[in-house]
C-alpha cells in the first residue's frame, strides 16, 4: 500500500503562484509514476502533471509552460509548482500514485482557488 498526502492548497488571486506537495510513505518503491489530477465542480477529473520513475514528465496543454512537476527522492514528496494560475485552475487537486502492478492510490485532495 502507498499512503499519499496532499498540502499546499489555498487562496490566490489570478497570476499568483502556489505549490502543491504529495507526500508519499508505505511501498513508494512499487511506484511507477506520481501524477497530479484536478476536479472542478461539475466537470470530470483530468490530469494535470505526471512524473514517472525515470524521471520524465507530461503535462496537460492546459498548463504548460505554467506548471512544474518535480521530485525530491530524499522527502519521498512530488511537488508541483503552479504559476500564473487563472480562475479556471480552480479545483480540488489530487495526487495519484500508480504502482508497477498496476494499482492505484490516491491522496485525500486539496483546494486551490484562483480569484480573478
Known amino acids: 500500500q502507498v499512503q499519499l498526502v496532499e498540502s499546499g492548497g489555498g487562496l490566490v488571486q489570478a497570476g499568483g503562484s502556489l505549490r502543491l506537495s504529495c507526500a508519499a510513505s508505505g511501498s513508494i518503491f512499487f511506484i511507477d509514476a506520481i501524477n497530479w489530477y484536478r476536479q472542478a465542480p461539475g466537470k470530470q477529473r483530468e490530469l494535470v502533471a505526471s512524473?514517472?520513475?525515470?524521471?520524465?514528465?507530461n503535462y496537460a496543454g492546459s498548463v504548460k509552460g505554467r506548471f512544474t512537476i518535480s521530485r525530491d527522492n530524499a522527502e519521498n514528496t512530488v511537488y508541483l509548482q503552479m504559476n500564473s494560475l487563472k480562475s479556471e485552475d480552480t479545483a480540488a487537486y489530487y495526487c495519484n500514485a500508480r504502482l508497477s502492478g498496476g494499482a492505484g492510490y490516491w491522496g485525500q485532495g486539496t483546494q486551490v482557488t484562483v480569484s480573478s
Open positions: 512524473i514517472s520513475r525515470g524521471g520524465s514528465t
